[in-house]
C-alpha cells in the first residue's frame, strides 16, 4: 500500500465529491490548522468512533550518547498522540 499525500487527499475527495479542489484544500488545511491550534494550547480534538488526538508530556530526564558514553540531559518536552476508535480499528482491521 502507498502513503497518500495532502494533495492525493484533496484530489480523491475533490473526485468523490464534486467540491472544487480550492474549497477542498481550504477545508483540509482549515481542519489541520484547527487541530494543530487545539492541540497547542493544551485541547484535545474528539472524533466519534474515529480516534482522538491529544498531547502527551515527557519530563526533562538524563540520557546517555549511545557513541561516546557522555551524560547529557534531555529536555521535558510534549509531543501529539492519536488513539485509535474502536470503529476505526475495526475497519482497519477488516
Do not use: W, Y
Not at 498522540?81 to 477488516?94: I, Y
Request: no cysteine; proline share 2%; charged share 25%.
Amino acid at each position: 500500500m502507498s502513503t497518500l499525500s495532502k494533495s492525493e487527499l484533496i484530489a480523491h475527495i475533490t473526485k468523490t465529491t464534486k467540491i472544487s479542489s480550492a474549497d477542498v484544500d481550504a477545508v483540509v488545511t482549515t481542519l489541520l490548522d484547527t487541530i494543530t491550534e487545539t492541540l497547542k494550547s493544551g485541547g484535545e480534538v474528539k472524533f466519534l468512533g474515529f480516534g482522538s488526538f491529544a498531547v502527551q508530556s515527557s519530563a526533562a530526564r538524563e540520557g546517555r550518547n549511545p557513541r561516546t558514553g557522555e551524560t547529557l540531559q534531555i529536555k521535558a518536552s510534549k509531543r501529539p498522540v492519536f488513539k485509535a476508535g474502536k470503529n476505526f480499528k475495526d475497519a482497519v482491521n477488516g
